[in-house]
């Protein structure tokens, strides 16, 4: 029973919901896990975001919030318990810094890593997947530069820019099968290898990233998906 | 070296809606400032070592220390100077005006520079007015008070500086008609509202430059077609 009167309408596909979810873990929250159907959206899904129709939405009692970097600081900011809970730094240029490669991760590592897994052909996908090459390269700087040494992004908790990234962590193992190369290039970004193995094992995200040969052959589906559209759509 | 001096610049372009909306919360808050016109054809060395990663205006610079993107710049400086504040207080409303900022940034803005850039596409073109259109339309519909911060404005409204200002230029430069006085009344109405604020009025640029720089680059876009 969710004594927070909280839902979280999202999916264990969907990287998005599963940085809601672990933001909730870190505060300790419980809340009622609703998983959506993409392709047969629920009325409750539609009524609560109606502006995009997307997961993950958050509804706290009545209110509901959208778009999951913004859920992630709601949360934040309603449950302000104490620091060791705290995702978000609290001064107010460490934040701004976090908002910006947050901001950053959803703009170019999102985009490189979805073109490149769902792209048509052998030539965009090599073009995708060098960019995101080249992201990783900037975000182990990133992850030296705030890690100091500690662990995470955020120091030695993890924090929004590690729940905005750690999030991706099983479409990364995904491409891992779809292309036969290592995720993290342990050359490039010794960083970023020993950051994911830390956050992925950390209690307040154990359990919530999907499981690799589940996302995999729900990806597979998703390609067939779009591949077939692809060719039925005219132009 | 102990100083009271706070250093405060703003790298930017007079013709910039992202520049803009600093330049208006800047003046809104009293917060003296350093204005540093770059040349976007010729970046400053400046500009390259303070936004690497994008090497894009505004970047805003507290101490030597700089922010890049607008809506990030504009949470810092409310968050540092709390005098007339742009942002709510409290968690839900907070999430509502960060939401409906990046909703203008992502499906107006967006819509309105593909927009521009489709001239010679018709059906593209089309497509492209009719997504602004309905992102205008869902805008008009969350319109409830004078401004979108209520009785005074906030980032939201700030953030809307491009819908008030920059849009109708691109209109007219386009012929194309997407915000008008009988399609959203609400969203006009603000729109006037807006750019009388003894602020915003202030701190919007002369609009006959604006309206030939951007003249000159659509001629451009046409003739490369």
Same mark, same amino acid.
């Given at each position: 029973?969710a004594t927070?009167d909280?839902?979280l309408l999202?999916?264990?596909f ?16 419980d809340y009622?896990n ?6 047969s ?11 995009y129709?997307?997961i993950?939405v ?5 209110k509901t919030?959208c778009e999951?970097?913004i ?9 302000k ?5 705290s995702?978000?730094p609290?001064n ?15 703009d ?5 890593l ?22 990783l390269?900037?975000?182990?700087e990133v ?7 500690k662990g995470?992004f955020?120091?030695e908790?993890i924090?929004?820019?590690?729940i905005?990234l ?12 779809f292309t036969g190369?290592?995720m993290?290039?342990?050359?490039k970004?010794?960083?970023l290898?020993?950051?994911a193995e830390a956050?992925s094992?950390h209690?307040a995200v ?6 690799t040969?589940k996302?995999v052959?729900?990806?597979?589906a998703m ?6 559209a692809a ?5 | 070296?102990?100083?009271n001096?706070?250093?405060?610049? =703003?790298?930017?372009?007079v013709?910039s809606p ?7 919360v800047?003046k809104?808050?009293g917060?003296e400032?350093e204005f540093?016109d770059?040349? =976007?054809? %010729?970046k400053?060395d400046? =500009?390259?070592?303070? %936004? ?7 970047v805003?610079v507290?101490?030597?220390?700089p ?5 990030v710049?504009?949470e ?9 504040p742009?942002l709510?207080s409290?968690?839900y409303?907070?999430a509502l ?6 909703f203008?940034d992502?499906k107006?803005?967006?819509a309105s ?8 596409d ?5 497509k492209?007015v009719?997504?602004?259109?309905e992102?205008?339309q869902i805008?008009?519909?969350?319109l409830?008070?004078k401004?979108?911060g209520?009785?005074?404005i906030?980032?939201?409204d700030?953030?809307?500086v491009f819908?008030?200002f ?7 430069i ?5 915000l008008?006085?009988?399609k959203?009344?609400k969203?006009y109405n603000?729109?006037?509202e807006?750019? %009388?604020?003894?602020?915003v009025?202030e ?6 430059? =604006?309206?030939?720089i951007y003249k000159?680059?659509?001629?451009s876009l046409?003739?490369?077609?």
């Amino acid at each position: 029973m969710a004594t927070n009167d909280l839902k979280l309408l999202g999916g264990w596909f969907s990287p998005f919901a599963c940085r809601v979810q672990i933001a909730l873990s870190i505060k300790g929250l419980d809340y009622e896990n609703i998983v959506e159907n993409l392709n047969s959206k629920s009325d409750l899904l539609l009524q609560s975001n109606p502006t995009y129709k997307k997961i993950p939405v958050l509804i706290h009692g009545d209110k509901t919030i959208c778009e999951s970097a913004i859920i992630v600081q709601y949360i934040d900011e309603v449950w302000k318990n104490n620091a060791t809970s705290s995702i978000l730094p609290s001064n107010a240029y460490a934040k701004a810094i976090a908002r910006f490669w947050v901001s950053y991760i959803d703009d170019k590592f999102f985009n490189s890593l979805r073109y490149g897994l769902f792209a048509q052909d052998d030539e965009s996908k090599k073009k995708y997947f060098d960019e995101l090459e080249e992201v990783l390269l900037k975000l182990e700087e990133v992850f030296n530069k705030l890690s100091e040494g500690k662990g995470f992004f955020g120091g030695e908790k993890i924090g929004f820019i590690d729940i905005a990234l750690g999030c991706y962590l099983s479409w990364l193992k995904v491409k891992e099968k779809f292309t036969g190369t290592k995720m993290f290039d342990e050359a490039k970004n010794p960083g970023l290898v020993k950051w994911a193995e830390a956050f992925s094992a950390h209690p307040a995200v154990k359990g919530i990233l999907p499981e690799t040969d589940k996302l995999v052959e729900y990806a597979i589906a998703m390609a067939q998906g779009l591949a077939a559209a692809a060719t039925a759509a005219p132009k | 070296m102990a100083t009271n001096q706070e250093e405060v610049k =703003l790298l930017g372009s007079v013709k910039s809606p992202f520049v803009c909306r600093v330049h208006i919360v800047l003046k809104l808050k009293g917060i003296e400032f350093e204005f540093v016109d770059e040349n =976007l054809a %010729n970046k400053s060395d400046q =500009l390259l070592k303070y %936004n690497p990663v994008y090497k894009k205006v505004p970047v805003f610079v507290h101490n030597d220390k700089p922010i890049s993107e607008s809506l990030v710049i504009l949470e810092y400086i409310d968050e540092t100077w709390k005098q007339n504040p742009i942002l709510p207080s409290d968690p839900y409303h907070r999430a509502l005006a960060r939401f409906w900022s990046k909703f203008i940034d992502d499906k107006i803005v967006a819509a309105s520079v593909k927009v521009v850039h489709s001239v010679g596409d018709e059906k593209e073109r089309e497509k492209n007015v009719e997504e602004s259109i309905e992102a205008l339309q869902i805008l008009e519909n969350e319109l409830k008070d004078k401004f979108f911060g209520g009785e005074e404005i906030g980032i939201v409204d700030i953030a809307a500086v491009f819908i008030a200002f920059w849009l109708p230029v691109i209109q007219d430069i386009t012929g194309l008609k997407m915000l008008t006085a009988e399609k959203f009344p609400k969203l006009y109405n603000w729109s006037q509202e807006f750019l %009388n604020h003894p602020i915003v009025k202030e701190n919007i640029p002369p609009r006959d430059p =604006l309206f030939a720089i951007y003249k000159a680059y659509y001629d451009s876009l046409i003739a490369s077609k």
